[in-house]
């Protein structure tokens, strides 16, 4: 079965400063899909960003980006220019590739609260 | 685009009584995932629907759990003979997948605000 760990249960970064979060995850596919999705104290989790397991290329939108390395089944975020409004709760999470009707459920990491400090 | 919305947004109840829970999907999404997060947690994936069939429902917590999508559109989660145990917040999240999608997989599903569960 596959696992995700987040082994970071909170951290804080200074407002403009760079903070990068960890995730591992385990399995023995090959094709798969990864993502880190954020939720704000109690809002929705919102997508942040994911990237496929067949791209070599990282995954980047505007101030977030990833550090994907497969062999090593890690899949790391890193914000840049923290802002206020990045403090939240953020979940890395796996999806096994899916074709036609096959299962596509997420799984998930227990989280890293962010706190950004002004 | 409304987005996926949930309602209640809050239910508090006694112990064994049954409550249920409805989602709306964003509306061209074929498929629709029910998860429930416990404080502290990740959210932990309960079952899921292609249009109006459950394709994956071993995961649901207990016989007391069943969920419908009777027209592929909005669907319940209802919650029998409830427990103290039961307490969660219980997401749904909806995606354009499988074939509606082209078939690649991966569809990035978007989630409800969740239903908060109280169980006295």
């Known amino acids: 079965a596959q696992t995700v760990t987040q082994s970071q249960p909170e951290m804080s970064v200074q407002e403009a400063e760079t903070v990068t979060l960890s995730c591992t995850y385990d399995?023995?596919?090959?094709?798969?899909?990864l993502f880190w999705y954020k939720q704000p104290p109690s809002r929705q989790m919102i997508l942040v960003i994911r990237q496929e397991a067949y791209k070599q290329q990282n995954a980047t939108e505007n101030r977030f980006s990833v550090n994907f390395q497969k062999a090593a089944k890690s899949f790391s975020l890193k914000i840049s220019d923290s802002q206020l409004g990045d403090t939240a709760m953020y979940f890395c999470?796996?999806?096994?590739?899916?074709?036609?009707?096959?299962?596509?459920?997420?799984?998930f990491g227990k989280g890293t609260k962010l706190s950004v400090k002004p | 685009d409304t987005g996926v919305s949930q309602d209640p947004r809050h239910k508090i109840t006694k112990r064994g009584q049954n409550v249920t829970f409805r989602c709306d999907p964003i509306s061209e999404h074929n498929r629709l995932y029910w998860y429930r997060q416990t404080l502290g947690q990740g959210p932990e994936f309960l079952t899921y629907?292609?249009?109006?069939?459950?394709?994956?429902k071993s995961r649901l917590l207990s016989d007391r759990f069943s969920a419908e999508r009777p027209k592929g559109s909005f669907s319940t989660l209802e919650i029998q003979r409830t427990e103290q145990g039961d307490s969660a917040m219980y997401l749904c999240?909806?995606?354009?997948?499988?074939?509606?999608?082209?078939?690649?997989?991966?569809?990035?599903?978007?989630f409800g605000p969740g239903t908060r569960l109280t169980v006295l």
């Open positions: 399995t023995s596919e090959n094709n798969y899909y």
């Open positions: 629907f292609q249009n109006e069939a459950q394709l994956e």
């Open positions: 999240a909806s995606s354009l997948g499988g074939m509606a999608s082209g078939g690649l997989g991966g569809d990035t599903q978007y």
């Open positions: 999470a796996f999806m096994n590739s899916n074709y036609g009707g096959s299962q596509g459920n997420l799984i």
